[in-house]
């Protein structure tokens, strides 16, 4: 019965999920929406978790007594499966929103079809009466967080709201994985009730491992990532009886989980209320952020600090009101500068005044001088006394006043900002303003000479004088005010606009304080709606929100959808090739009509260089060394798989990762015996060349190995790292902990016996100086001249691993590619099939075996085909098809092997079989079927001289000249080739190669970015926005620069291949056109070429984070990012970038390219043309003797006869082979 008014516990879920919904943030809304629901419901759910099959859907069917789910050790979940106690039903909800409700029960066909169909149903819920359940508790089975499909994960996160405590299932093998780890850190840091189950604890063994060190790592593990447990529990649903087993333990930890419900559940919707919260107020806050952002552009200029907008504010209002002032007070302050000079100036001291008396009298006196000549005189005495008051006259007026004006003028326009050069050297420059008239003019009328006049009359000439300066200084201020007042002008200008701007600062910081306020009073409110302290708002009706949750449910009889999505792939055992044990027969049989057919040429004139060949192809065939590089992410069971092999635990097995150097297993030899290894230490600069790979994750750098030592610690300290850089950390550590002890011994090689033998291959502390390891071992393989590399996992940290890996590729005679049996192709194995399958088609033959380990996992032999048939469509879609794949069990196999038993139950034997075919048979059928021509010809040569041998002499010396005729014609057609119409065709092919390279690259473009930037790695609960936006355009850029070194790497491969077709035109084409002339010209053949690939160096290190930031600019926050298209223009801007720098690359690296392989083509050619002349030369030259000296033809004869005889044995030994 529906209630009419919701509980206490759901009114603050409920006016938060309407506030989330008028603030837009409809995904969290639901998810608060269900979190009430669960409440009113008081539902409890237990979620199960985990890396795909790690035995969730087995584990979960034994907790509820019943066989609901489907279980198989591939991925079965792309969806959220509910169970839960009720009236029998099935109800899906579709990724349309609308929800189906079947009553009554399922088949498990039905169920697993609805399960695999991720891309249409979202949930499925399944309610039976029948299930070891309480009522009101839910179970909830989510797809593994690790899969290679993307859409898993995200149906995994999409449900943990519900989740009030979480079992987080791992397999016993795989508790290190990244994707593990990191996800468990991501539920930790959520505050979800974390119980960890470790499952298959009966793949333990005691003697590879002892179980306390195994949970040593395993802690030491979870301390690394920061990682804290309610609770661990190892268990094993296989085999319940097994002594690790903590089923019953976990059960009661269940059932205690359980029995406290009430007091969990509630715990638990707080928490994820808070977390959900949280992560909208995270969200409102970005969005308000964006707002301001909008704000400040909308501003034009940046937006300066609050308190320093207030402080440039007072300064510029007093500025403006100073320039005001100044404007208005110029004149009065210039008038005031210069009144000091010219009031203070003393122009006529008492020796001037006597002048001036002087010459006063000549002008108000009838002066006169003299009665003879008087006039002249008079004249001269009046000049002499003008010159006399004059000249003194004006040096006072220079030095008390025209100095000082002058000066201070000058000073008064540099203060004013207006002074020049030009100006203040004209002002320096002219004349005085006073003349020689002013003398007379300031007389008075009427003036009668006495001493108070003449005081006067100095009094007024002196102001005369000072008005004059003053006027003249005038003059020059007038002059360049207009400057003054524009500059003025300017400058108040410049001050209202800027105050203009900080009122309009100064406004936009009110805004931006009210939208803080809003958004705190918004926090204020719905924090206080949760933890109690404020009054809900929930006003809408009860009764109807309850409906509305049910009435959109669409009822239905049956499945109509789902099942046909389902396909069977064809069996993969089918599809392994089965060979007879008479194949490697063969093989000795028609080596053994070789070795006759070398000794019937023995001494025969005219066979020598055919037999000498014969003899070199077959003893490098008896010789051949074989390498068999191993590949496989780490716990893929490699090292066990050697064991196996070799019928002995040589290499250390632990469920940890123990690669951590390659190691090699060859056969013993003059120097080394059985059970000795030696031990290669990386030198100084290698191991400088690690470390940089991982400080380039942090995005630093280091110059020696002296600062990356010092930085370790640095690093270790950073707290919450990238899941990438978390891997790193145990490598640091080793490094640190272990250089004292290693320093000295880097760069040399040490001889160990096998005891210690494990520990430099294993044992992070010690692996991590070790360059390679190799181990001399007596065992069938290696007497057979197989050398097994066992290398570091796919997933290796070093960047520097995956050339390495490259080179074991190209040069291996066998790849064995490893996966575990339910563990198939995990993330970590993507990147290595990817390149597998860009240069499978390059390989002379196929030479790659793919083996499933651990086939002993399998509970029926239906459930180990599900997973080969998984397995070959795995394949198919990284391009490998018609794969040699075996189900093995190295376990089994290593027992069978040491017990003397053929391995038919581990798998193993089947495997050795067609891998022993291949080495001993496939890869022999090239250079049998060349011996075979040669033995041919070699019979051909012989009838030639048995029909020389009846000839007469004039016939035979005919022959002769014919011969050499022949011989010269073609050594001049071998001479003639010329390989630059080859390298114009290397060219050409390059440039296609290149373009493709490119097309591929961005083709991927849109995956690799979605990939790298997804809504797991950008979360505003996390952290720094900032900080994460930079992780994930490092992974990408990383990402872009892997793939494009592992498609030049391939490339080199296509290149090679092509060069190898084109060889072998060339010298078909060359050996029609000798055969034309001479039917049995020995045209040296094309051996096996080893083309020098080209290292890639790191593409594009000059590209870094920075150039790649105008990119993130269109970053507007998540909401924006993921449900508005955003990740559109960040992606497109940021391939731009990346589009440019690859262009780069791929136009610097085609040069290189064309130079390294042009020039390998002409060593090559002139080698060929040089071997085949030399060859022809030695022919002919028989030839020619035998004609000279004929011999005896019943020898002949009888040697041809012979010859026939082992040809025909060795087309019957070729045609049963192929009959096989």
Avoid at 537 to 561: K, P, V
């Amino acid at each position: 019965m529906l209630g009419t008014k919701p509980e206490t516990a759901v009114l603050p879920l409920l006016s938060v999920r309407e506030a989330m919904m008028r603030a837009g943030d409809n995904e969290r809304a639901h998810r608060i929406g269900d979190l009430a629901l669960k409440s009113h419901r008081k539902q409890f759910t237990l979620a199960l978790c985990g890396h795909f099959s790690a035995g969730k859907s087995t584990m979960l069917n034994t907790l509820v007594g019943k066989e609901l789910l489907p279980t198989s050790p591939i991925p079965t979940s792309a969806n959220i499966v509910k169970i839960r106690h009720g009236e029998s039903q099935v109800r899906l909800t579709l990724s349309s929103g609308a929800v189906h409700s079947y009553p009554g029960t399922y088949t498990e066909a039905d169920l697993k079809a609805l399960c695999k169909n991720g891309d249409e149903v979202v949930t499925v819920e399944v309610v039976r009466p029948d299930l070891s359940l309480s009522p009101g508790v839910q179970w909830l089975d989510t797809p593994g967080i690790d899969s290679t499909d993307d859409t898993h994960r995200a149906a995994t996160e999409s449900a943990l709201h519900l989740a009030d405590a979480i079992l987080y299932v791992m397999d016993y093998n795989h508790v290190q994985s990244e994707h593990n780890l990191q996800f468990l850190r991501d539920l930790s840091q959520r505050g979800k009730r974390l119980t960890l189950i470790i499952n298959q604890v009966d793949k333990h063994r005691e003697e590879e491992l002892p179980f306390y060190q195994y949970q040593q790592r395993v802690e030491e593990t979870f301390h690394q990532w920061g990682l804290q447990m309610d609770s661990i529990f190892y268990t094993s649903l296989r085999y319940p009886d097994h002594p690790l087993n903590e089923w019953q333990q976990l059960q009661m930890a269940i059932q205690q989980l359980i029995t406290q419900r009430d007091t969990f559940g509630k715990e638990s919707v707080q928490r994820e209320g808070a977390y959900l919260l949280q992560e909208h107020l995270t969200q409102m806050e970005r969005e308000r952020q964006e707002k301001v952002e909008a704000w400040i552009q909308d501003l034009g200029t940046p937006l300066p600090k609050e308190e320093e907008v207030q402080r440039e504010e007072q300064q510029l209002q007093e500025q403006h009101h100073s320039l005001l002032r100044e404007q208005q007070s110029i004149r009065t302050r210039f008038h005031n500068g210069l009144e000091p000079s010219i009031k203070n100036a003393h122009l006529t001291p008492y020796p001037l005044r006597e002048a001036a008396r002087n010459y006063l009298e000549t002008q108000l006196t009838p002066f006169r001088v003299g009665i003879l000549f008087s006039r002249s005189k008079t004249e001269r005495e009046k000049e002499r006394r003008f010159q006399a008051f004059w000249q003194p006259f004006q040096e006072t007026v220079r030095t008390q006043l025209d100095v000082h004006v002058r000066k201070q003028v000058i000073h008064f326009l540099k203060d004013e900002g207006v002074y020049s050069d030009t100006i203040g050297t004209r002002i320096q420059t002219e004349n005085m303003p006073i003349t020689p008239e002013l003398l007379y003019t300031t007389i008075k009328e009427g003036a009668r000479l006495s001493g108070d006049y003449v005081l006067k009359y100095c009094d007024d000439l002196a102001q005369a004088v000072k008005r004059t300066y003053q006027q003249w200084a005038e003059s020059w201020w007038n002059e360049v005010h207009d400057n003054w007042s524009t500059t003025h002008k300017q400058q108040t200008t410049e001050i209202e606009n800027r105050l203009q701007a900080l009122k309009q600062a100064t406004k936009l910081w009110e805004q931006i304080r009210a939208s803080e306020k809003e958004a705190s009073a918004y926090r204020t409110q719905l924090q206080g709606w949760l933890d109690g302290t404020r009054e809900c708002e929930w006003q809408a009706e009860w009764d109807e929100w309850l409906n509305r949750q049910h009435h959109d449910i669409i009822t239905t009889d049956s499945f109509d959808f789902g099942a046909s999505n389902v396909t069977q792939a064809a069996s993969a055992e089918e599809t392994v090739a089965t060979t007879s044990e008479s194949d490697n027969n063969e093989t000795d049989i028609i080596l053994s009509h070789i070795r006759t057919a070398e000794t019937v040429m023995d001494r025969l004139p005219g066979l020598e260089t055919v037999r000498k060949e014969l003899i070199v192809k077959r003893q490098r065939l008896e010789q051949r060394r074989f390498t068999v590089a191993l590949f496989g992410a780490f716990s893929a069971g490699k090292s066990s798989f050697v064991n196996a092999l070799i019928g002995d635990a040589a290499l250390p097995v632990s469920p940890n990762p123990t690669t951590a150097a390659i190691n090699r297993i060859t056969a013993p030899n003059d120097g080394h015996q059985h059970g000795d290894a030696l031990i290669k230490y990386k030198s100084e600069a290698t191991l400088l060349t690690d470390l940089r790979s991982i400080y380039a994750l942090f995005q630093q750098q280091v110059e020696s190995i002296e600062e990356a030592l010092a930085g370790i610690d640095r690093l270790l300290a950073i707290r919450s790292p990238h899941p990438r850089q978390q891997t790193c950390f145990p490598f640091l550590q080793a490094v640190r902990n272990g250089w004292e002890t290693f320093r000295q011994r880097l760069g040399t090689t040490e001889k160990v016996k096998r005891d210690t033998f494990a520990q430099y291959v294993a044992q992070e502390d010690t692996a991590c100086f070790v360059e390679w390891a190799e181990l001399y071992h007596d065992n069938p393989l290696t007497r057979a001249g197989i050398t097994l590399v066992d290398t570091p996992g796919a997933d290796s940290i070093h960047a520097r691993h995956t050339e390495v890996a490259f080179r074991y590729i190209k040069d291996a005679d066998a790849i064995l590619f490893i996966t575990y049996y339910n563990h198939a192709f995990s993330q970590a194995d993507r990147q290595f099939l990817l390149q597998l399958g860009r240069v499978k088609d390059s390989f002379a033959m196929d030479k790659m075996f793919f083996v499933m380990n651990a086939a002993d996992l399998a509970s029926s032999p239906k459930e180990r085909q599900e997973v080969m048939s998984y397995l070959q469509e795995q394949l198919i879609t990284f391009g490998i098809r018609d794969p040699r794949l075996f189900a093995v069990s190295s376990l089994d196999a290593l027992t069978e092997k040491q017990a003397g038993i053929r391995g038919e139950n581990s798998g193993l034997a089947a495997f050795e079989q067609a891998f022993t075919q291949f080495l001993q048979q496939d890869l022999a059928q090239v250079t049998l079927y060349s011996m075979k021509q040669e033995v041919e010809r070699a019979h051909r040569i012989l009838l030639r001289q048995v029909e020389a041998a009846h000839q007469g002499s004039q016939t035979r010396e005919a022959q002769q000249l014919a011969l050499q005729s022949e011989k010269e014609s073609i050594l001049r057609l071998v001479e003639a080739v010329d390989g630059r119409i080859d390298e114009l065709a290397l060219q050409q092919e390059l440039e296609e190669l290149f373009y493709y390279i490119r097309q591929r690259l961005f083709l991927r473009y849109p995956d690799l970015f979605s990939e790298c930037f997804n809504p797991g790695a950008l979360r505003e609960d996390k952290g720094s926005i900032k900080e994460q936006l930079q992780a994930c355009t490092l992974e990408l850029t990383d990402f872009i620069r892997h793939e494009l070194a592992q498609e030049l790497r391939a490339t080199g491969l296509r290149l090679e291949n092509w060069l190898n077709r084109r060889f072998d035109t060339r010298h078909d084409a060359l050996s029609t056109q000798l055969a034309a002339i001479h039917a049995e010209v020995p045209l040296a053949d094309r051996e096996e070429q080893k083309w020098e690939t080209p290292t890639i160096d790191r593409p594009f290190p000059e590209l870094q984070l920075k150039d790649l930031k105008p990119a993130l600019t269109a970053f507007k926050g998540t909401k924006d990012f993921f449900a508005k298209n955003g990740r559109i223009h960040v992606r497109d801007q940021m391939q731009t970038i990346l589009e440019e720098a690859v262009t780069a690359t791929l136009k610097k690296e085609h040069t290189r390219f064309f130079d390294i392989y042009s020039q390998q083509w002409r060593q090559a050619l002139v080698q060929w043309k040089y071997q085949s002349a030399a060859d022809i030369r030695d022919h002919f030259t028989q030839l020619i003797a035998l004609l000279d000296k004929p011999a005896d033809p019943a020898s002949l004869e009888e040697a041809a006869t012979a010859l026939q005889q082992e040809i025909e044995g060795i087309r019957k030994a070729f045609e049963e082979s192929e009959n096989i």
